[in-house]
């Protein structure tokens, strides 16, 4: 995914370590998301073929990190190329061996960009897709002008973004007060998201069609789900410290922990659920 430039103040050493760090922790959040959540997917894609005049052939996937959006859209449009572009060179990596493993090498290629800093050198797209990417950029609306520039007339824009963190707990975790993860992400809550039909109107767009994907997963959950469950919590954690008891605290840490008998690791009560919505414009 494209973030924009921070400060630090750490060595030139340092920052590059935790860069990799941060770089190796977002793509296995990303993977697991994939395994875990991957078959709304197949819905959402089919949908936008159905959307569009004529079956894409030229396809740009903004902030694609491992590629599971790139992946989707190859399977989807079988006479497709896909561009997928992003600012990690380890993200383009793992998603250069994802494809060629699926042998995908010869449609889905890496572009290496940031977009805060310009639009990449790119043929005209039939469609463009943004998963969970444009409200890390510092100026959404300039990279949305680029697109609509990008885009033959009639071409598509899907942008995807994810309506809340995903919930995995049952009401009552067995220790602390019940209602945890509402109080988590009651903490986490900023201001009401509008929405991005604003952003695509400004951009010169036509708004198509807006529409939520609720996932809801039933037993048996994908293997993956305890493991995508404490590496979601230990995220909301890392942004909740110091904004709640510390009962909320030590219970948090409970369910996280590999050693514990709450955590995710070792509970078969865990659920999946959350909802994506996805807005699409038209160029005229």
Known sequence: MNTPATHTLATPAAATHSAAANAAAMAEILELDAEVLGAYLSELTTWLGELSDREPVRIVDLGSGTGTGAIALARRFPRAGVSAVDVSPQMLHRLSLKASGLGLADRVRGVQADLDQGWPALATSDLVWAAAALHHLADPDRVLSHVFDALR??????????????????????MGRPGLETRLHAA????????????????????EAERPFVIDLPAPLPDATA?????????????????????????????????????????????????RTTWVGRRP
């Open 188 to 207: 986490l809550k900023g201001a009401p998201d509008a929405g991005w039909t604003d952003h695509l109107v400004r951009a010169g767009f036509t708004p």
């Open 153 to 174: 007339p009639g071409g598509l824009l899907a942008v995807t973004e994810m309506d809340f963190f995903p919930r995995f707990l049952p009401e009552d975790i067995g």
């Open 227 to 275: 493991r995508y469950a404490q590496v979601c919590l230990r995220k909301l954690r890392s942004h909740l410290d110091g904004q709640l008891p510390a009962e909320d605290l030590a219970a948090l840490d409970a369910v996280t922990d590999d050693e514990s008998p709450h955590s995710v690791l070792r509970r078969d009560d865990l659920t999946v659920r959350t909802t």
